[in-house]
């Protein structure tokens, strides 16, 4: 008997070492406003590769801060192309594994149906006491919000009305609860399978501002990792493609 | 060093502290009276919601206070039937919401001063004729100076550290919710870290520098 165990022992333990070589684990740091896609992409991801992935969410400009501090993330899927490119010139990403994974495209939202008109006409009547933004210092999708008011010319009126998210979750979520009566957000998170999940839009024709290139990159850290490789190949195929797409990124 | 929006960010800190403060020494009260006096049942209960904001996480609050404020919420509807609007996004809104996180580090110095006084004095000014008013003022209130002086300055410092529930709710407007946390946040996030370093140092020497004067001036006075 005891010889038997030994035999199924070592087996087990064989059979974790060969399960543990070819399943790895990658920590992915995800920008907010690709966080109900990449949940997707994952669940899918896990289910054809065997391979585990590890999803934190926030603002690229923290996860910057926190990568270059050493943070133990294997790949980063910004929210812009500048960041990766930055960590790539400055050593902390893989060379040449950058790529653009989605375009991310912005809608003005409202919780209420019917707040907010195909046009975007809304802006011009300032009838609301507030207007959701991301932080344009730190957040692509603020940025573009701003710049899209500035073509539209309504940038100095409706300043004063700015309310900022620290990230796009965050103005999302004020929005949501109805203490902003619109915002600017990523139609990502208001728009699931083409269609708009709840309240009024208005989708910002995306030549009204600079595109939201968002890019992939490898980190340092995830050099050697087979389930990083593993995760960019699969973000590039048609099952993650479709998904991207369904979220209304470009 | 500090630009004009980082000396907007303390000047708004510094006011809110202040009402902060000023709105819990006369809320705080009246709740430390009573729970240091009371043999009620609900006691404990009342010790315990006071004491809550020290326990539950700034996201658990802030976010409570942003639905219950908005304009689904009970308080978001009774602040707009009385016609003052929302309070999200308003230093209204940081002045509730800082009373409420604040409340434990002014009612527990208070109520602790309250409980050391004991009954003793307070039959002996029964007995002198004193007014249950009369005694608050001239035996109560003198002995419980150096729970008062505790509450004053923890209620304060604390309303300068929060970032949280400030965070959370506030919007991060310049003049009117932006402050220093908030602000030292920002730079950081910006990755502009001279400004960072400079208010954060600020922050540092500033809360060393009231601790130490609580510690000095008060040293034998119960802290919370």
Avoid at chain 1, 42 to 64: D, M, V
Avoid at chain 2, 66 to 94: D, S
């Amino acid at each position: 008997m005891p010889a038997r165990s030994f035999i199924s022992l070592t087996g087990l333990f064989l059979a974790l070492m060969a399960h543990g070589a070819c399943a790895a684990e990658v920590q992915v740091a995800v920008a907010s406003n690709f966080t109900a896609p990449m949940q997707k992409i994952a669940a899918g991801f896990e289910q054809a590769t065997g391979h585990r992935a590890k999803l934190a969410f926030g603002s690229t400009g923290k996860f910057y801060a926190q990568i270059r501090h050493g943070a133990p993330f294997d790949v980063l899927l910004a929210a812009d192309d500048e960041t990766p490119a930055r960590l790539e010139r400055e050593g902390a990403a893989v060379a040449g594994s950058r790529f653009t994974y989605s375009i991310g495209r912005m809608a003005l939202w409202s919780a209420s149906p019917g707040y907010v008109d195909g046009q975007g006409a809304v802006l011009k009547q300032g009838t609301f006491k507030h207007l959701a933004i991301a932080n344009p210092k730190l957040a692509p999708y603020g940025a573009a919000a701003v710049e899209t008011l500035d073509r539209l010319g309504l940038l100095a009126a409706l300043r004063p009305k700015f309310v900022q998210g620290e990230n796009i979750a965050q103005t999302f979520q004020f929005v949501r609860t109805g203490n902003a009566e619109l915002g600017f957000v990523a139609l990502s998170q208001v728009v699931e399978d083409g269609t708009l999940t709840r309240g009024s839009a208005w989708v910002v024709p995306s030549g009204l501002h600079a595109p939201i290139r968002q890019d992939a990159v490898i980190l340092a850290r995830g050099k050697d990792n087979p389930a990083a490789r593993a995760l960019m190949k699969y973000l590039k195929q048609d099952q993650a493609r479709a998904i991207i797409k369904a979220y209304g990124y470009n | 060093m500090l630009s004009d929006t980082d000396w907007s960010a303390i000047r708004l800190t510094l006011e809110l502290a202040a009402v902060t403060t000023v709105l819990l020494l006369f809320i705080g009260t009246p709740i430390a009276w009573w729970l240091a006096r009371t043999r009620s049942a609900w006691k404990g209960a009342v010790g315990a919601v006071v004491a809550l904001p020290i326990v539950l996480p700034p996201t658990v609050i802030g976010f409570y206070l942003l639905v219950a404020m908005g304009p689904e919420g009970p308080v978001g509807r009774l602040t707009q039937t009385l016609g003052l609007g929302g309070l999200p996004f308003t230093f209204a809104g940081l002045v509730v919401a800082s009373v409420f996180y604040s409340m434990p580090f002014v009612v527990q110095p208070i109520q602790n001063a309250f409980e050391a006084i004991g009954e003793r004095p307070l039959e002996t000014a029964a007995t002198l004729r004193a007014s249950p008013f009369d005694t608050f003022f001239s035996v109560v209130l003198p002995l419980a100076r150096p729970g008062y002086l505790t509450a004053g300055v923890l209620g304060f410092a604390h309303t300068v550290g929060e970032f949280g529930v400030v965070l959370m709710i506030g919007g991060n407007i310049p003049d009117k919710t932006r402050v220093v946390s908030v602000q030292i946040y920002d730079h950081v996030e910006a990755l502009e870290y001279a400004q960072a370093h400079w208010l954060a140092a600020g922050m540092m020497a500033f809360s060393f520098v009231v601790l130490l004067l609580l510690y000095t001036l008060n040293p034998t006075g119960r802290r919370a």
